[in-house]
């Protein structure tokens, strides 16, 4: 599947997926991904080598990497392992993979007992470029994690239950020009460098980037309406300086949000 195009502010959205045979040379690392992979295990076995901790998969089990991992795998020499797998990113997919059991710490489960479960690993589409393509695949990745959640649904613990509640009061409250880091500390009544600790470990990102991420997403989603400046967009998604909200979009995006808009619309054009 192709991957070289731009994040167009799909909260699920998938880069890429594949297959690999089974055979001696399915490793790879260490190398860290910026975004997430999920992997099944068709056949064989291998290990894991997650931030220096090593971890056995074998036929039947799926592995998990996290965005800023660094990662290691290495095929069994005696059982070389075959694998499906995709590459994919976004604020829903990652608030869906903090309902199930995965983690940094937990990146292993066991088999899912579904028939034919690697056919879900398919998300390929046509005309991938289009947007309506790209939602597609992103919806055939949100019915794949919903089996992790079925199957292996998340342990509360106080520790990813700051995760949820830092989530879902950035969800409400980031379109204010004033929130911040601090906000979320502050309401959860937290230290902010243990929120740091356990937000960048349950998720692969800091507060601050989810929520610029979030902020960004949403902008995008609105550029498509030309009747709102993007000054006024700015403001909305909470920038109140038109400038900074433009290096920010630039720095996740590639472009502007002028050459993000003019793009956008001769997408849709075509």
Request: charged share 25%; net charge positive.
């Amino acid at each position: 599947m192709d991957n070289n195009f731009g994040y167009n502010g799909v909260n699920c959205i998938c880069f890429a997926c594949g297959k690999c045979q089974k055979s001696s040379n399915n490793k790879w690392g260490p190398e860290a991904k910026k975004n997430y992979r999920l992997y099944y295990v068709t056949e064989g076995r291998g290990t894991i080598t997650v931030d220096n901790v090593k971890f056995f998969v074998t036929a039947g089990q799926s592995f998990l990497t996290f965005p800023c991992s660094t990662v290691k795998a290495e095929p069994d020499k005696n059982d070389a392992w075959a694998f499906t797998w995709v590459e994919f990113r976004g604020l829903e997919a990652a608030w869906l993979i903090s309902q199930t059991v995965f983690s940094k710490k937990h990146p292993v489960v066991d088999k899912i007992p579904i028939p034919d479960f690697e056919q879900y690993f398919d998300v390929t589409e046509s005309n991938y470029n289009s947007m309506y393509a790209r939602c597609r695949a992103g919806g055939k990745i949100i019915i794949l994690l919903s089996f992790y959640i079925e199957y292996f649904p998340c342990k509360a613990t106080a520790n990813n239950n700051y995760t949820i509640m830092a989530r879902d009061y950035i969800e409400k409250n980031y379109r204010n020009p004033e929130f911040s880091v601090k906000s979320v500390a502050d309401y959860i009544k937290i230290d902010r460098t243990y929120l740091y600790r356990l937000f960048k470990e349950e998720t692969g990102e800091s507060v601050i980037d989810y929520i610029n991420n979030r902020r960004i997403s949403r902008a995008a989603e609105m550029l498509a309406d030309e009747s709102i400046s993007i000054k006024d967009i700015a403001y909305s998604v909470g920038f109140a300086d038109q400038m900074y909200f433009s290096r920010v979009f630039k720095k996740l995006k590639g472009k502007t949000p002028t050459q993000f808009r003019k793009e956008d619309l001769n997408n849709y054009d075509n």
